[in-house]
């Protein structure tokens, strides 16, 4: 029992530990995402100039101007333009989260985020403890997880060594 409560403990202690790492983690892909949308903004600034003298600002008339040419260059800057505006509304999109819950930045790095940003981000973080109140919050959350998975394996498998005839009690 006494080996058991020591075990709670541990992993308890490195699910709040990996759950601290977490917000800093994410604010490192979120620094690295505004980057790369200011450099897109940087990129689309010119053709924005001309959208604004030629065709009222519209980027889409911009572009559909591009792609309804002749001339196999200009065309292909229309779907190279359109590329960089797509690429700018998907920054956008993930720079919202950037201040969202952590259990939806979670979710978000699970389902949409870039595996190339993520890469690089992992590539060059440096770990460090966030100790706003939603980052604790966010750490025990996660510590506690951890504790009732651990906490349901034992269970099922002191279930299964019953159901056997056998003890699975240290």
């Excluded at 690429?87 to 720079?95: P, T, Y």
């Amino acid at each position: 029992a006494m080996i058991r409560g020591l075990i709670y403990i541990m992993v308890f202690g490195i699910g709040f530990f990996a759950g601290g790492l977490f917000p800093s983690f994410s604010s490192q892909y979120h620094q690295r995402l505004q980057a790369q949308y200011d450099q897109v903004n940087i990129d689309l600034a010119p053709f924005q100039e001309i959208a604004n003298r030629f065709h009222n600002g519209s980027m889409d008339a911009l572009v559909q101007h591009h792609l309804n040419s002749t001339d196999p260059t200009f065309h292909a800057e229309g779907g190279a333009i359109q590329m960089m505006i797509d690429s700018q509304l998907r920054l956008a999109e993930s720079q919202a989260l950037a201040d969202a819950p952590y259990v939806d930045q979670v979710r978000y790095f699970y389902t949409n985020a870039d595996p190339a940003i993520l890469r690089a981000t992992w590539e060059s973080f440096t770990p460090a403890l966030i100790t706003s109140e939603n980052a604790v919050t966010f750490s025990l959350t996660i510590a506690t997880l951890a504790i009732l998975v651990l906490w349901a394996l034992w269970s099922s498998l002191g279930l299964l060594f019953r159901r056997n005839g056998t003890t699975g009690r240290t």
